[in-house]
């Protein structure tokens, strides 16, 4: 059973009082211990296609499964519950609370939940992120890199089946970048986690086993391990053809 399973995913807006399809019908599987990139050009989906798989957006249509729990027979208590103890999320804007701790913030959704930790688990998560010396500081004297460390650790402190990641190292330089994306490797390769990341740059993506591509909210590529000079040719062609497709409708 994959870790996550999206069966024709629909997610509709209104616009001007025109319907907008975020999402036109997407079917996707997730196997578990994988770590899956999702690209695709601004408005092609993949922001919507990540919040609806991890239960923070209800779809239009369609249906998705954490394992084997399908979330639209959730009430909204029960989705929340779920999102607290089987999904992790890590923004790139950390979404960390200032007024606490690094090792207050990491244990936060543990408290929310009513949970207690494993004490040799949150060592362990701890101690990979490389925050041992660091429990007792505030975000603000962290630089972005440890900020985001931060979050990585808070989404893996309840063992969550699947860790869904929005542009993670969208704010970082490059070598902060490369360091969070092989912390998120790690976690694939030695603890079994799922990963699921949205991201528009191909060097991050090429960390990933799989990469998805999106346009106009449905899947045109899925690739294995294509490298990041194959996900720019891919992404740059598909950005002709849209500019083409533009340009012959005007």
């Not at 979404?95 to 930790?117: F, H, Q, S, W, Y």
């Not at 890199?145 to 970082?172: H, K, M, N, W, Y």
């Not at 990341?197 to 090429?206: E, G, K, L, N, R």
Request: glycine share 10%.
């Amino acid at each position: 059973m994959p870790a996550v399973r999206i069966q024709g995913l629909t997610r509709t807006y209104q616009a001007d009082g025109e319907p907008v399809h975020a999402l036109a019908g997407v079917d996707a599987d997730f196997p578990r211990g994988t770590f899956t990139a999702i690209m695709g050009p601004s408005g092609s989906g993949k922001s919507t296609l990540l919040q609806t798989a991890a239960g923070l957006d209800r779809p239009t249509a369609g249906h998705v499964w954490i394992g084997d729990t399908e979330l639209s027979r959730l009430s909204e208590t029960k989705l929340t519950e779920l999102r607290r103890g089987r999904i992790g999320f890590v923004f790139q804007a950390f979404n960390l609370i200032g007024a606490l701790t690094v090792e207050d913030n990491i244990r936060l959704p543990l408290r929310l939940a009513g949970t207690r930790p494993d004490p040799a688990w949150l060592a362990q998560v701890i101690e990979r992120v490389g925050l041992t010396n660091r429990l007792r500081h505030r975000p603000s004297a962290l630089s972005g890199g440890q900020q985001q460390r931060v979050a990585i650790a808070r989404a893996l402190a309840s063992r969550p089946e699947v860790i869904f990641c929005d542009e993670p190292t969208g704010a970082l330089d490059t070598t902060t970048a490369a360091e969070v994306l092989a912390l998120l490797r790690a976690v694939v390769d030695e603890q079994g986690q799922t990963v699921v990341m949205v991201t528009h740059d191909p060097v991050a993506a090429s960390y990933a086993d799989r990469v998805i591509v999106l346009a106009d909210g449905r899947i045109v590529h899925d690739m294995p391990q294509p490298g990041a000079a194959r996900i720019a040719e891919h992404l740059a062609a598909l950005g002709h053809r849209r500019v083409a497709t533009e340009g012959a409708t005007r």
